[in-house]
């Protein structure tokens, strides 16, 4: 049973920064995309960060970008994300997410429960 659990959000100042971790068991995810997706009150989910596991290879949302960075560790297999200059408007539920197919929101096999963060002051 694939499990992907999340960690780290939490309250922060607007400028601040805050890194979430996603745990990943029950399966081998060297083929996987992982990444996080987010969602505010009231809007639709959003694709921030994802990561290619066996090449490393990364990709953004615009709004994210030089800001945030995702990253994994192979041997933990767990994927982070260090979110760097927080901005209110990054205040949602963020969720881990693995895809077989890729890191586009209809290629999502398996999602997390998700961890709050919030950015006000």
């Not at 995702?70 to 994927?79: E, G, Q």
């Not at 693995?98 to 997390?112: F, K, V």
């Amino acid at each position: 049973q694939v499990q992907l659990v999340e960690s780290g959000g939490g309250l922060v100042q607007p400028g601040g920064s805050l890194r979430l971790s996603c745990a990943a068991s029950g399966g081998t995810f060297s083929s996987y995309a992982m990444g996080w997706f987010r969602q505010a009150p009231g809007k639709e989910r959003e694709f921030v960060a994802a990561i290619a596991w066996g090449t490393g290879f990364t990709n953004y949302a615009d709004s994210v970008k030089g800001r945030f960075t995702i990253s994994r560790d192979n041997a933990k297999n767990t994927v982070y994300l260090e979110m760097n200059r927080l901005k209110p408007e990054d205040t949602a539920v963020y969720y881990c997410a693995a895809g077989d197919r890729g890191w586009r929101y209809n290629e999502i096999d398996y999602w997390g429960q998700g961890t709050q963060v919030t950015v006000s002051s």
